[in-house]
C-alpha cells in the first residue's frame, strides 16, 4: 500500500517552500508538494545531479554531439496540443500500465499551468522539418534545477539519439551556465529497470535518512 506525505505549495512563499522541501526529499505535483511515507519501507530515494562537478562520460559525450543539431526552445509552462500529443503517444508506448495513460488534455493543462512557482517547458525539435521531439516541464529555483515531467518521441527512429538521457544532460549544462548547483532527477529505487538510467549520471547524490550521500554509498 502506498502511502505519501504532502503539504500545499500556495504559501506567501511557495517558491522558498518548495525549495526547502526538495531538499528533504519531496516532489512538486501542481501546487503540492509529496513525498512517499510507506510504512516499513523506504526504497524511494530523491536523485540529484551535483551539477557543478558533472562531467559527461564518453558515451554521453558521443550523445551530446549527436544532438548538438536540435533546436531548444524555453517557453512558458502554457499547454498545448501538440506537446500533448506528444505526451499522449510517449505514455501508450512507455507506461500502458501506468496511471497517467489515460490523462486527457484538460488533466494535462493542470498538470503544466497549475504552477505557484517558477516553471516553464523546454522543448527539443529537429532542425529544417521542426519536428518536436522531446519536451521537459522544469521548476527553476534559485539554486537548482528540478525536472518535473520529460516525455520524447520513442519511435524507432529516434531510438540512437536516446533523448531521455540527451535532455537531462541538456539540463544539466544549463545549471552549469547559470551556476545551479543541482538538478533533481526526482525518485530511484534499486533494482527498478525503468529508473536504472539515473545511476548513468555520476556523481548522483542519493537521499538517505542520514542526508545526501554521493552515489548513496558515499
Known amino acids: 500500500m502506498e502511502r505519501k506525505v504532502f503539504t500545499e ?8 517552500l518548495h525549495e526547502s522541501m526538495a531538499k528533504i526529499g519531496f516532489r512538486r505535483s501542481q501546487d503540492i508538494a509529496y513525498r512517499p511515507s510507506c510504512e516499513n519501507c523506504t526504497e524511494c530515494k530523491s536523485v540529484r545531479i551535483p551539477a557543478l562537478y558533472f562531467k ?7 550523445l551530446i554531439k549527436l544532438n548538438s ?15 500533448y500529443d506528444l ?36 522543448e527539443y525539435r529537429l532542425p529544417q522539418s521542426d519536428k518536436l521531439v522531446g519536451v521537459t516541464l522544469t521548476d527553476i529555483m534559485a ?6 515531467y520529460s516525455f520524447f518521441d520513442v519511435s524507432d527512429d529516434f531510438n ?29 529505487v534499486k533494482n527498478s529497470p525503468k529508473m536504472a538510467y539515473k545511476m548513468n549520471f555520476r556523481p548522483l547524490e542519493v537521499l538517505e535518512p542520514e542526508g545526501w550521500f554521493l552515489n548513496g554509498n558515499d
Open 87 to 122: 505526451l499522449h503517444k510517449y505514455l501508450e508506448k512507455r507506461h500502458s500500465d501506468g496511471g497517467m495513460t489515460n490523462m486527457n488534455f484538460d488533466e494535462y493543462v493542470s498538470m503544466v499551468e497549475s504552477s505557484p512557482v517558477n516553471s516553464c517547458l523546454i
Open 160 to 188: 540512437k539519439r536516446s533523448l531521455g538521457t540527451y535532455i537531462i544532460l541538456d539540463h544539466v549544462a544549463r545549471a552549469q551556465l547559470i551556476d545551479k548547483t543541482h538538478v533533481y532527477l526526482g525518485y530511484w
Open 143 to 148: 539554486d537548482s534545477l528540478s525536472m518535473v
Open 9 to 16: 505549495l500556495n504559501d506567501v512563499n511557495p517558491n522558498g
Open 56 to 62: 559527461p562520460n564518453r558515451t554521453q559525450r558521443r
Open 69 to 83: 543539431d536540435l533546436v531548444i526552445n524555453k517557453l512558458p509552462n502554457i499547454a498545448i496540443t501538440e506537446h
